[in-house]
């Protein structure tokens, strides 16, 4: 990819990856500063950027650390995710998690990052992020009360 066109393409497809795993990570509305900031960081280094194996983690850490942080990420109501099948409950148990599983969880299965990408982003190793995936899982799993015995 060369020059702007294959810089929009990057954003066409990098945006929305980039966006959902914001809205995990800082909520809905911090999720589209730290996208923009992410964006904005790649094209000031857009031939660094082409050459990385994963830009998209790359870039998730790169607006981590030039974008501030809230305590407690408001994350979509079951409502505005226009998903009925969604558990009432889901949102507020995964508030409760600690940082780490919280960003783990939402990467892996609410995004469908891989643990390599995530683990990247979240800059730790995969079996880190397995680790908080797991343990995320199971908390969500006790505090939802469900039985996987079925």
């Known amino acids: 990819m060369d020059g702007d066109d294959g810089f ?17 990570a800082r909520g809905i509305d911090e999720a589209a500063d730290a996208t923009a900031e992410a964006l904005a960081w790649a094209w000031e280094h857009w031939s660094e950027v082409q050459a ?19 305590r407690v990420p408001p994350l979509p109501t079951v409502e505005s995710l226009g998903v009925p099948e969604v558990e009432p409950m ?10 780490q599983q919280r960003t783990a969880v939402w990467l892996v299965h609410g995004c469908h990052w891989r643990q390599t990408e995530a683990a990247e982003a979240m ?9 908080h995936v797991h343990r995320a899982l199971t908390a969500l ?6 039985d996987t015995r079925a």
């Open 141 to 146: 799993r006790a505090r939802l009360e469900v």
């Open 90 to 99: 889901l949102v507020p148990a995964l508030l409760e998690l600690p940082d």
């Open 52 to 70: 990385m194996d994963n830009p998209v983690g790359y870039l998730y850490r790169v607006a981590q650390s030039r974008t501030r942080r809230r």
């Open 123 to 131: 800059g730790i190793s995969p079996s880190a992020v397995s680790t």
């Open 8 to 24: 929009e393409v990057f954003v066409a497809a990098a945006e929305p990856r980039l966006r959902r795993a914001f809205v995990g």
